[in-house]
């Protein structure tokens, strides 16, 4: 059970707390910067707009023993987002995930609505100064560096002592931290050409200890993204309003150490590295992301004890759907 | 802000397919009108009736109106030494049948499937000062909010779009006949110079009409001037 406790902690904030192509509000623009699938570009969403959101991460695991029914096998990592624009520079999002995670045959299975999370984004650009998003820009004004700061926590309305078929607690299978997480981090864009954007992302989510219903103590070890995205603008057919993106990512994760009452937590935490290759296509006000990652380097803590943790994905394949209204 | 920019790229085209110009010889500055001269420098001009044009006006760098020679034969010419001279143009009243497009009001032209008055400007500045940083009519007319010619390409003209004198919204300004933005609710829109020497920009803006003669008032104003080499 251990080696899997980053499957919790690794995936499931990462699809909660980070606006992960929600900043793909360039549903609504044929032209100006593209925005990729995972990293989170700069973008804000318009004042008094609605944002709909859904995303379904699907990651498969490498297993390795055939008689062992506790490896993971799979993980479908499904959220729910409502985004609004207060101001042209601040925007907040509510977002709700339901996870559903399998064991290989014979194994555990758990499902379920996770802790509810909220976050809140400062959007800011460079314009002979650093200034806040301003409601109205150019073509031109959009070629500026634009930044975003976002910051956000989860509410621990998930049951984090939910119990798998033979009544244990496992914290990788939980459906909850117990306690709330925080995110922050900041996010740079630049559209260099009108065909080509540069986005980069930098973040952290910590964690608190939560004692379970079964009395053992944990905290995830905590979590730093740094992003770099390229998208590149493939086609467009005005007439239908279609637009058609390439995207591709290098997303760092560093991974610390979990820790309970005893200490550090052996086969926890690492280094990974995903390449992300994917594609975004706009239609009137909707947007479509698609997106194949895979790690391409990973150092983990203890790399043969920690199947199920990521860096140990055979793949994980990523649709996002957003909507402005 | 992503959002104007969809209606930008599919309203403004239409507006902008023809181009008014002016050229300048010493104090004399001649009107013209033309095709595709966004796209291809000095292209072909075509004739316009004198008529058409309303007004002729000179300006000193204060943006105080200057004393000029107005020559109403075509091309119509303004005779002074202006820092920004302009031209108000209107060619009348449209109206898109099944039969093609007529130069009349809707009232007269049959069966008719859209209408418009057309009311173009076009404003060229040789010199800049401070009352030259608002605007001069109170048609629709592009407003550098800085000296322009201190700039170099790559840089950012911060204009403002007015409209009877005040910044009007959701006019869509072109370079070049490029949409380039939308005017926000202080009228503002910036828009980067890509080329050396000739500056060419538009503003185009649809009101309603509620004279029976038309369904729209569509009002496109142009704004010129030269770089320093």
């Given at each position: 059970m251990k080696a899997r406790r980053t499957l919790l902690l690794a995936l499931l904030p990462s699809s909660v707390l980070a606006?992960?192509?929600?900043?793909?509000?360039?549903?609504?623009?044929l032209e100006g910067p593209g925005a990729p699938v995972e990293t989170s570009s700069s973008a804000t969403l318009p004042q008094g707009k609605w944002?709909?959101?859904?995303?379904?991460?699907?990651?498969?695991?490498?297993?390795?023993?055939?008689?062992?029914?506790?490896?993971a096998d799979t993980a479908q990592y499904w959220m729910l987002g409502l985004g609004y624009g207060f101001t042209p520079w601040f925007s907040a999002y509510l977002f709700q995930p339901y996870n559903i995670k399998k064991d290989e045959p014979d194994g555990f299975e758990s499902r379920?609505?996770?802790?509810?999370s909220l976050m809140g984004v400062l959007g800011f650009k460079y314009d002979e100064g650093l200034r806040l998003t301003p409601a109205n820009e150019s073509l031109d004004?959009?070629?500026d560096w634009h930044f975003t700061a976002y910051a956000g926590l989860t509410l621990p309305t998930g049951e984090a002592n939910h119990r798998l078929q033979d009544g244990s607690i496992d914290p990788a299978m939980s459906l909850g931290f117990g306690k709330s997480s925080f995110a922050y981090g900041l996010t740079a864009t630049k559209q260099v050409t009108s065909d080509t954007t540069l986005v980069f992302e930098a973040g952290q989510m910590r964690f608190q200890k939560y004692t379970y219903a079964d009395g053992q103590s944990l905290r995830f070890g905590t979590e730093t993204r740094l992003n770099a995205a390229l998208a590149q603008h493939l086609m467009t057919l005005p007439e239908r309003r279609f637009?058609?993106?390439?995207?591709?990512?290098?997303?760092?994760l560093g991974i610390g150490r979990d820790r309970t009452s005893s200490g550090p937590e052996a086969a926890t935490g690492g280094d990974i590295l995903y390449g992300v290759l994917g594609l975004r296509l706009y239609k009137d006000n909707l947007s479509l992301g698609l997106a194949l990652k895979r790690p391409i380097w990973t150092d983990l803590n203890e790399e043969a004890a920690q199947q199920g943790a990521e860096g140990k994905e055979r793949y994980r394949a990523i649709l996002t759907f957003s909507t402005l209204f | 802000m992503y959002l104007p920019l969809l209606l930008l790229t599919l309203t403004c085209a239409p507006v902008l397919a023809h181009d008014l110009w002016i050229t300048r010889d010493g104090t004399l500055h001649t009107l013209h009108y033309g095709h595709e001269r966004s796209g291809h420098e000095g292209a072909k001009a075509l004739e316009y009736r004198p008529e058409q044009?309303?007004?002729?006006?000179?300006f000193d760098v204060a943006g105080r109106p200057l004393r000029a020679v107005v020559g109403m034969r075509y091309p119509v010419t303004?005779?002074?030494?202006?820092?920004?001279?302009?031209?108000?143009?209107s060619s009348g009243y449209w109206s898109k049948t099944p039969y093609g497009s007529k130069n009349l009001p809707k009232t007269e032209a049959g069966l008719v499937l859209d209408s418009w008055l057309a009311v173009e400007s076009v404003k060229r500045l040789d010199a800049w000062g401070s009352g030259l940083?608002?605007?001069?009519?109170?048609e629709l007319e592009i407003v550098p909010l800085g000296n322009p010619f201190t700039l170099k390409v790559g840089d950012k003209l911060r204009l403002m779009v007015t409209f009877e004198g005040k910044p009007v919204a959701g006019a869509t300004v072109a370079y070049f006949g490029q949409p380039r933005g939308v005017s926000g609710a202080d009228g503002q829109v910036n828009v980067r110079l890509q080329r050396p020497g000739f500056q060419l920009l538009q503003a185009s803006l649809e009101t309603p009409l509620t004279d029976a003669k038309a369904d729209r008032r569509i009002d496109t104003a142009t704004l010129q001037f030269e770089l320093p080499q």
């Open positions: 606006h992960h192509g929600v900043a793909s509000l360039g549903a609504a623009g944002l709909g959101y859904l995303k379904l991460d699907h990651a498969q695991y490498r297993t390795y023993d055939p008689a062992d029914a506790t490896e379920g609505f996770t802790d509810l004004d959009l070629m637009r058609l993106d390439g995207n591709l990512e290098l997303n760092y | 044009v309303r007004q002729a006006l000179c303004l005779d002074g030494d202006c820092a920004a001279s302009l031209f108000l143009a940083a608002r605007p001069l009519t109170r």
